[in-house]
């Protein structure tokens, strides 16, 4: 990986609208945390990034979980008494919850609003629902119609399934220099919400595509998953495999028009935690970076005590805080091509970061070396170009004494990595570092 | 002790005016450092509490000091040359210097002036003054009526003793299941003096009252003492018992309508220390933690650098720092029900942590526990009650590595310690936690 | 050095105008890196303190560098084809860029340009350049000058020598009880600047002048060196002595208007750092105290990885951030006789806290010893005088458990280091400290 590299992904025309692309034909698929809706998504990943996918038994234990029955749906609707579908699953998968049991009835409205749910404060917007480990069923509706459905009996009908089956996910490895790995991990398994989270899906998926054509000096594994489960799924069924895992992000609601907000790993301190900041901190956007803590999305699991992986969580504004948050309000409208291109470029040179960064030692500790006669300095003293590279140059060699790596000399001297780890380049070339 | 037993005294009615009582028996009482006057004191108290009354004799060596003279007062005044009184120890215990000698004399008003103290500041109140360590004798009396003093001769009379006896103090020791105790300490030496420090003797006083009905973890050891004198008599005759104290708290101070202080142990970071911080966080009142400095009550002793016990100071407005201080307009009037009442309970809450708080140990550290199963989740993934008691559960079972307390817990979760022990119980009620 | 000594000093009179009157006979010469400049100014210095002057071949190498040619120059100008001199090294040693090669040409305007330096945004100054490691010529004028010039053909004179000579530099030496050293440096090697760095060469002249007649704990040694070329050339030199520095300070620019500053260490935390910032808390003028980087004067040696010695750089304001710098306008008006004494009286306090700094251990470490018996407090207890002396000998015993030093206290108890160092006086007298 390099900065040219680096350059001509964020220069390449458009990856942004190549992501939208991928959103809009994902957007119309019924996704849970199993099932077929989960196998399209990534068959549709697929188009753009070479995946495994992998099949996990129902009934299968993973540490403290079993893998769920797999659930599908074919159809679902409420009718008013003259066959007119008021709620039609067709229209919108938010209409059922997910993983709602097969039913079958007639029943008066009173007793069927049990099993409504809607959000009186936004009384358009039809609310986002899951019974995934209790069995149960519910329809997601507007307010608006709910107020307007007259008392009558309906029929009420889900053309659902929820069997032995299997619980699928898509896992990209690509190998670099060392077996170290970098793990991306976003989950797919929300149906018609676009920030939350087909948007973390299309930014991974264009991850890989741009890591695939560098070198790399770490493996890069991506994985997508269905929440939760999926995760303790993956690291149940790798446990041999996690010590490799160098660093980590989950992408998660990354393409709303709200300021980056950089989620730390439960240590606090990763490479992954300094590099993000570092890199957030001299870029332009409005970002904030937060502690970790235990809820959120799957750094739940890889931050579990017993893993507690360098994994951090990169999203833009946090979910809960924004209020079309698992709601039909999520939709292609709202997010951005910007900024899903924006966490493109700002994991990228995160990346390249955490791929550089190493402690420089210096050739000639005792006093400054003498950059002039290599070319590295200004003839003339007392003129003002170049002081900015020079001091890159200064900075590099004063704290080249095998206790600072180029992320700490660059942070110690408020500069970017990119300078400081160019000027550790010439300084190297000149034989003045080791 | 538990949350309901806690609540219970909270929620006890009358405690505030049983104080209020309490001191307004004791308010007339003529107390010093030595003398009747502590004694009829340590009477008073025991009325409330069980108590075991020490004496000294005087000159017995403690450490670098030597247990005074005891000293007794009958009767002081001055009188005009019609015989009238016009300072009488009668109508204020404050008139009379503590450790006043006897005196029998005429003298006119110039020669008389030496030995007389006043507050030109505040003309309309007595102030207080001691001299303890050095032979001497004096009057105090407002600067009002020293300006109205016509230059005459007066009598003099000082009618004390200052003879070889004892140093009196208090002692009430509540075992608990662990011979590891926390010390309750606070100076009773002080004569018509409300806030300072009738108002930590009532605090005490209740404070082992309500104790004294719960199970206790900690012993609790209360010593009513006098200033100085009296907590290095005790240091000095329980040397070998020293290490057994694990928490300890001066009390202060404690009534008047100023917010609440709480000066750390010299330590700056011992349990008692964060214990407070985080429960005074957590409770509505204003308040202040201050750094230790060694000036101000018995944690002078305590935390003296040989000892340096985890001894805090708990007050409201610190001494010196209101005009009151010291003066006669500390009297029942500068002190308030609720100020004590909230001590009251500030110290319980924090007893209740410090005998609670614990390092869990998470039984599921890979990946997080399913608690669906349990009953200790929402079915309904999406609606929100019950997020502040799922969020507690989640801190807890992330942070249960054996690194963290309870009290870290809370503290990075910035959730009440009662909180986070609440989850905790549940959480090992459902074996989650070792 | 004791405290009366250094009052002595403070109060003396003259002292601000002697160093005005020294800096006004170095003003004029033509002092550069090397050369007859440099040596006639060691020789003025050396009219107010022994100086030890040291003379090191050209070609001698000196870590990555080589010590230089020696440059000397007799004359310069531009003239008019009339003959007139436009520009004059005769008016001003300015004119000519420092380490200029012989010249002796005629040309046109349009080829002179490329050689002629001035400031564009300040056109009445006279700018300061040098090519000392690329051979090179150029003269300095003010823009305004330039933009007068005719067109026309000029005769160039520079009558310098670039040859096989010395590097020259001054060294007093003054010993102390301790073979452990304090190392002031200051840069010498500019031609007539004031601030930049008259200045200095007078501050330190003065400060030997003062610890010459003071007993010393420490030994002090002065360096007057060319910048950069001098301190690399004396850390060379003298590779086996430096690891006597215990403490070093550069003394550059102290003379301008502007606030004090001072830049730590690249430790950041010596002795000298925090001793430093300290002093200069406690005293009454506007400063800032800065953290290490890499550039600026001779602490890039000095605080070269391979070093690190604790030295920081006292000056007023920084170098580049005033308009002057570097200009003709850091004249004799530029540089103000109480600023100068200023950074002398602050540099001498600094000095006096790191000789006087000590951990004392209390011999009565188990509650306070009582001081009323040794006449070290208050006889009437809450009479207030005296209150700041015993809050200081409180806090030196209450920290006198071996593990902080009179600073440490001093810092913590948010008081002067003298007033902490006279309580722990007192308190030795009074066998209370070992």
Redesign the interface.
């Known amino acids: 990986m390099n900065l040219a590299e680096i350059q001509r992904v964020v220069d390449g025309p458009g990856t942004g609208a190549a992501m939208r692309d991928m959103i809009t034909a994902l957007y119309p698929i019924c996704r849970s945390i199993t099932g077929n809706g989960f196998r399209e998504t990534l068959r549709g990943i697929r188009q753009y990034l070479p995946l495994e996918m992998r099949e996990v038994p129902s009934g299968t234990p993973?540490?403290?979980?079993t893998v769920p029955m797999e659930w599908n749906i074919r159809d679902a609707y409420i009718a008013a008494p003259d066959g007119t579908r008021v709620v039609d699953f067709r229209r919108s998968n938010l209409h059922v919850?997910s993983y709602s049991i097969p039913v079958k009835a007639r029943m008066r409205l009173e007793e069927l609003q049990k099993h409504l749910?809607t959000l009186p404060d936004r009384p358009e917007w039809i609310?986002?629902?899951?019974?995934?480990?209790?069995e149960?069923w519910?329809f997601c509706l507007s307010h608006r119609q709910l107020k307007e459905l007259p008392e009558a009996e309906y029929d009420v009908c889900i053309d659902s399934s929820l069997e032995p089956g299997h619980l699928t996910y898509g896992e990209c490895f690509l190998p670099g220099e060392s077996s170290e790995e970098i793990l991306i991990s976003t989950h797919c398994c929300h149906p018609s919400l676009c920030n939350d989270n087909l948007s973390g899906i299309a930014v991974a998926t264009f991850l890989g595509r741009a890591l695939e054509g560098m070198p790399r000096k770490f493996s890069y594994r991506f994985l997508f998953v269905p929440g939760?489960i999926g995760?303790?799924t993956w690291?149940?069924m790798n446990q041999d495999r996690i010590d490799r895992i160098r660093h980590g992000l989950v992408l998660t609601g990354v393409g709303d028009a709200g300021g980056i907000t950089y989620k730390r790993s439960?240590r606090g301190d990763a490479s992954i935690d300094r590099a993000m900041a570092h890199v957030l901190h001299h870029q332009q956007q409005p970002y904030k970076v937060i502690d970790f803590?235990?809820?959120g999305y799957d750094e739940?699991?890889y931050?579990?005590?017993?893993?507690?992986l360098p994994v951090g969580c990169l999203m833009r504004t946090p979910h809960g805080e924004y209020p079309e948050y698992?709601t039909s309000a999520d939709d292609l409208q709202f997010v951005h091509e910007d900024s899903m291109w924006e966490m493109l470029v700002l994991s990228l040179r995160t990346f390249f970061v955490l791929e550089n960064d190493r402690t420089p030692v210096?050739t000639?500790?005792?006093?400054?070396?003498?950059l002039?006669?290599r070319g590295l300095y200004r003839?003339?003293?007392?003129?003002t170009e170049g002081a900015l590279r020079e001091?890159a140059l200064?900075?590099v060699?004063?704290?080249?004494?095998g206790r600072h790596s180029l992320l700490d000399i660059a942070d110690r001297?408020q500069m970017s990595f990119e300078s400081i780890y160019s000027a550790a380049c010439a300084l190297s070339e000149h034989g003045l570092l080791n």
């Not at 993973?62 to 979980?65: L, N």
């Not at 500790?365 to 003498?370: L, V």
Request: hydrophobic share 35%; glycine share 6%.
């Open positions: 993973v540490f403290d979980w919850m749910h609310p986002y629902r899951t019974s995934y480990y209790k149960n519910g939760t995760s303790i690291l149940a439960r803590f235990p809820y739940r699991q931050c579990s005590p017993g893993f507690n698992h210096s000639n500790p005792y006093c400054e070396p003498q002039g006669k003839a003339v003293a007392g003129q001091m200064l900075w060699l004063n704290l080249a004494d001297a």
